[in-house]
């Protein structure tokens, strides 16, 4: 090993420890262990400009096990990154630039956010697939205005959960020949060695997979660990997993212990290991000048590889000018939607499953939003996902827009956010609404990133009916409006649909969820005009009361908004006034003005809610759940139209909640 390998891997490691010594909090195990592996990437392989952390043809890097954060900051910070050495004896402090866990949008060059294990390793299979399609789309001879490498460190607690296993296989199914991961093979977790819960050969499991497996017997062997990506990166049909020795907590008293995962090494212990390298142990938070040197001389190629794309691209633009303006809007994330041409696919359609509606709309939408790609769970003839005449993507096809995900919900969901993560995609990815369970952790790692992922749930309510209560949602439509920052659209009929999917494509700052019915939906053709004005809002008076006195206020979602217009008729035969108030999206109602959102729910008009899910929360806009028609048990298998009416979704039903009102 060259002494400013040596140097510079010392550095990143110390600097990690004195992160988590400042902070008496944090893991120093992994940085110790793996620092040879972060520092072999990025002084050999990693393209990048640390003056523009997000230039697009840049090579991506995760982090996945995102416990060892404190190595990413020590890199990013030696590689010339805003990331000063204040920012890292701040780590894990308020307000700073150096969380817990890598967070994008926080820290310079953190490309994603980590931290539930296999996260970042499937999110990093959407970012390889976003490099290969865009690549198959405008890559043209001389003009390779796409080229880059997806790197990653995953871990053995990365590669036992069950999503990676999930994006392993679909990678290895795709060939993404431009997927590099190193493994911290060290054999201890938390509660011990490995042998206690993981006995698996992982290399020939992602052989089976279809990835190249790599073995580098040491992890201080850097120049083993150069020949070992070398070779992986001239592997062009496959996925490559290098399996590297490490030892835990490397250098230090506790190597090789489970104790140095997640605690500090104690002040003594952290000078006992600089020492033992021949550093001062006295001394914290420093960087050799020759390290500073080695990494501020590669500066000026970084700045020049991006001139040199710009200068590319332009060239590009000019060869081939409707490509070049294409692939600006997309990386610009540019976009020209017209409401009133989606609503017009609907003009002569009188009934529609919200789901079919989508699939209507994809079609619109698949011509002018060539950003849009995704797919579905083995789900597509039901989800209504597939864009007619786009191809899928695959190993033979990289530039098909469809995908198939196969049955994996988690890795799906995950996968989207690496190809939002990557841009120039606007993704999405659809199942059951049940199964968005599956998903959860993915649509919250969304809306911690802030990403505009989009996820398409239909079969929304009872109403799937024969299949039972295995498969009809009730807690899942307000489980996904409990996680801050998304956005969740239940549409009433396929106008509103429009309105949602539009909101959905220029949504970039959040994940949308579509919650889409099986069951056909009448289409408010009377109502057009209204809901081209007031869907955006999130919710407003759909109908407004017939009647100068006006003795409730229905609001409803979805299929029940039907059933709160068909109850105002009967109530006004009754002479008896309600106003009926749409409310396909909750969150975005919240973020109107207080006078609008006074006008669409007057507080002296008593509401009542109706919604085929569960009634906690609705009491935010009714005042009590008393005042909500929902379901608070599983559902039951039976016709969909049967179940609905036993579980009270009847006109009756909800006349007589009105009736009672005082």
Known sequence: MKNIDTESINTLRFLSIDEVQAANSGHPGLPLGTAPLMYTLWDRFMKYNPENPNWFNRDRFILSPGHGSALLYAMLHVAGYDLSLDDLKNFRQWGSKTPGHPEYGVTPGVDVSTGPLGHGFAMAVGMAMAERMLAARYNKEGYDIVDHYTYGITSDGDQMEGVASEAASLAGTLGLGKLIFLYDDNKITIEGSTDIAFREDVGARFKAYGWQVLRVGSSEDVEALTEAVEAAKKETKKPSLIIVKTHIGFGS??????????????????????????????????VPEEVKKHFADKLPQCQKNEADWNKLVEEYGKAYPELGREFADRLDGKLDLDLKELLKAFKDTDSVATRAASGTLLQLLADKVPALIGGSADLGPSNKTEMKGKGFFSAEDPAGRNIHFGIREHAMGCIVNGLCLHGGIIPFGAT???????????????????????????????????????????????????????????????????VAWKAACENRKQPTCLLLTRQGMPVLHAYEKVIAKGAAKGAYVLSPSPRDKVKATLIATGSEVH??????????????????????????????????????LPKDIPTIALEAGVTTGWARYTGSEDRVLGINRFGASAPGKVVYEKFGFTVDHVVEMVKKLK
């Open 563 to 600: 059933l709160a217009l068909a109850a105002q008729k009967a109530l006004d035969e009754k002479k008896i006034g309600v106003q009926v108030v749409s409310m396909p999206s909750w969150d975005v109602f919240e973020k109107q003005s207080d006078s609008y959102k006074k006008k669409v």
């Open 253 to 286: 008293p506790r190597q090789d212990m489970a104790s140095a995962h997640g605690e500090p090494l104690g002040v003594e212990n952290v000078a006992k290991t600089k020492e033992a390298a021949g550093w001062d142990g006295s001394q914290s938070f420093v």
């Open 432 to 498: 059951f609404l049940v199964f968005a369970d599956f998903m959860r952790p993915a649509v919250r790692m969304a809306a911690l990133m802030g990403i505009g992922s989009v996820f398409v749930y239909t079969h929304d309510s009872i109403f799937v009916g024969e299949d039972g209560p295995t498969h009809e949602p009730i807690e899942q439509a307000m489980s996904l409006r409990l996680i801050p920052n998304v956005s969740v659209f239940r549409p009433a009929d396929a106008l509103e649909t429009a």
